[in-house]
């Protein structure tokens, strides 16, 4: 334990606030503290109540703790450590699980978690930049980081090596904050997703609890009414589909080249895009409704004002998918994504079965 207090040590002197956590082994992660806030203080609402993040099982929470890096494999267990090649080509269910393993608190980040921190960001005028452009920021020209896997057929660098940005790629834009939300590997998230166009949530933070069931058919799933923002059980037919049907909850529907939230798909099942700041509601939603899609990154802010805030959301941008069954969430972007990667960047495309070099993950722990 001697040289893990000298990393400690070490660890204090450069960001106090950081904190290494140890799993079950005994073995070392770096951490970044999110304390507890409220969703007038991210959002243009009045609504003193806490941000979801900060709530599980009905009880709230004072804060939780995030990776500072990109998740590295080991032994079955995740962990945050500077200098790795982030962990890639691993499914969904593999990165819950190994994080899962080091122990009573630790789990993947909760797309809850993510939101809550991109929400801070924005808010705070320190949305970060990141490696989305083949080794730097595509807003950047001098500033790289150290690759960590082989170069692409064209000479490009792809994955880098975690933490070794410039301090434009941390979230806070100090020493002290969280690395690579921002591009890398697109990082998977739990506790959203969509099923056959329906937006489905676990409640609050449960997606964090130990004993949370994040499976493809567990009952933990609820759809957001639109008329109230009560979480209900998901809508299905006789087909087990949602295309085309009027029940009232929030859907995805492709439309005129954009995904509008709705209570009903009447377009063509497909996948889109489009930028997050481009993103619509139908008018048949509640005020309550809209208001959790904003706490969940899912829908933008328009009103929001203050200092710094980029009303473009960097371009930032939401890929979605409802022609068939379960679509997870992964967020952040990858090395090649260019201006459309950032932290409101939303991947909701893929199989949570899926593996491949772009995708990774991210740590988290409550206490």
């Not at 000479?155 to 100090?174: E, K, L, Y």
């Amino acid at each position: 334990m001697a040289n893990f207090d000298m990393a400690e040590l070490a660890l204090k002197s450069v960001a106090p606030s950081n904190k290494i956590i140890y799993d079950d082994k005994e073995m070392p992660s770096i951490m970044v503290y999110i304390p507890k806030f409220r969703l007038c203080d991210v959002l243009s609402t009045a609504d003193t109540s806490v941000h979801p993040a900060f709530r599980r099982n009905g009880v709230e929470i004072d804060g939780f703790y995030v990776g500072k890096y990109q998740t590295k494999h080991y032994n079955g267990r995740a962990y945050s450590l500077p200098a790795e090649d982030p962990q890639a080509n691993t499914n969904l269910d593999t990165f819950i699980s190994y994080a899962k393993a080091k122990g009573a608190g630790h789990h993947e980040i909760t797309a809850v978690e993510w939101a809550a921190i991109a929400l801070w960001c924005h808010k705070n005028g320190t949305e970060p930049k990141g490696n989305n452009n083949y080794g730097k920021d595509t807003s950047e020209t001098l500033y790289k980081a150290i690759p960590s896997m082989a170069r692409d057929s064209s000479d490009r660098i792809q994955r880098v090596a975690t933490g070794t940005g410039p301090i434009t790629w941390s979230h806070d834009g100090t020493l002290e904050g969280i690395w690579d939300m921002n591009g890398n590997v697109v990082e998977w998230c739990t506790g959203l997703r969509l099923k056959y166009g329906e937006l489905q949530i676990l409640e609050d933070n449960n997606a964090s609890l130990d004993t949370a069931d994040l499976s493809d058919e567990s009952n933990a799933w609820k759809a957001i009414d639109a008329a109230t923002g009560n979480l209900v059980a998901p809508h299905r037919d006789a087909n087990n589909k949602y295309d085309g049907q009027t029940t009232g909850s929030v859907k995805l529907d492709f439309l005129s080249s954009k995904w509008k939230y709705v209570t009903s798909i009447t377009g063509t099942p497909g996948a889109n895009g489009c930028a997050f700041k481009d993103v619509q509601v139908d008018s048949d939603i509640s005020a309550a409704a809209i208001l959790l899609l904003q706490a969940l990154a899912m829908y933008p802010d328009a009103n929001l004002t203050g200092t710094g805030i980029d009303t473009t959301y960097g371009g930032d941008q939401l890929y979605c998918n409802n022609s068939e069954a379960e679509r997870s969430l992964c967020r952040g972007g990858n090395w090649s994504n260019g201006a459309s990667a950032g932290v409101f960047y939303a991947n909701l495309h893929i199989h949570r079965s899926y593996s491949g070099d772009r995708i990774g993950g991210r740590a988290a722990y409550i206490e």
